[in-house]
C-alpha cells in the first residue's frame, strides 16, 4: 500500500473508532452497529484492493515473462545445432511449468476471492458482534471505575 494511502486509511480507521467510541458512550447501540457495519465494509474493500493488487502485479509480471519465453522460441532457429535443440526442450518445459504455476495460482486466488465472497454477511455480522461486545464491556468498566 502506498504511503499516502496507508495514512488516509489509518486516519479513516480512527475516525470510525472514535465515532463508535461515542456511540458507546451514549449507549446508541443501533447507530453503532450500523457504524460498525461500515467500518467493516471499508476496511474489507481496501483490503481486497490491496490483495487484488498485490496479486495483479505479480501475476501480470511472470506473464509478461513467460510471452517473452513463447516470443524467442518461435524466432529462434534451433535446427542449427543439436544443443540448441536440446535448449528448445529444457525453455519449452519450464515454459509448461511456469504456467502451470502461474494457472494454479491463479486458480487459488479466485478460489480464495470466491470464499471470502460467500462467507461475508458471517464475517460481517460476527464482526460487528464481537466489536460491539468489546465496547459493551469497555464502557462498563469506565462506569464503574467513575463510580469507585
Do not use: C
Amino acid at each position: 500500500m502506498k504511503r499516502g494511502r496507508e495514512k488516509q486509511f489509518n486516519q479513516d480507521v480512527e475516525n470510525y473508532r472514535r465515532a463508535l467510541l461515542y456511540h458507546a458512550r451514549i449507549s446508541d447501540w443501533e447507530t453503532f452497529k450500523a457504524k460498525a457495519g461500515r467500518m467493516f465494509d471499508y476496511v474489507e474493500s481496501i483490503e481486497y484492493s490491496e490483495l487484488e493488487r498485490r496479486f495483479f502485479k505479480n501475476f501480470n509480471a511472470v506473464l509478461v515473462v513467460l510471452i517473452a519465453i513463447a516470443i524467442s522460441l518461435f524466432q529462434v532457429d534451433f535446427e542449427i545445432t543439436p544443443e540448441l535443440l536440446r535448449i528448445k526442450n529444457l525453455v519449452v518445459f519450464a515454459g509448461i511449468l511456469a504456467s502451470t504455476f502461474e494457472l494454479y495460482f491463479y486458480i487459488n486466488y479466485r478460489t480464495y476471492v470466491k470464499v471470502r465472497s460467500t462467507y461475508y454477511a458471517e464475517r460481517r455480522e460476527k464482526f460487528i458482534r464481537d466489536i460491539e461486545q468489546d465496547f459493551r464491556s469497555y464502557v462498563v468498566q469506565a462506569k464503574l471505575s467513575k463510580a469507585a
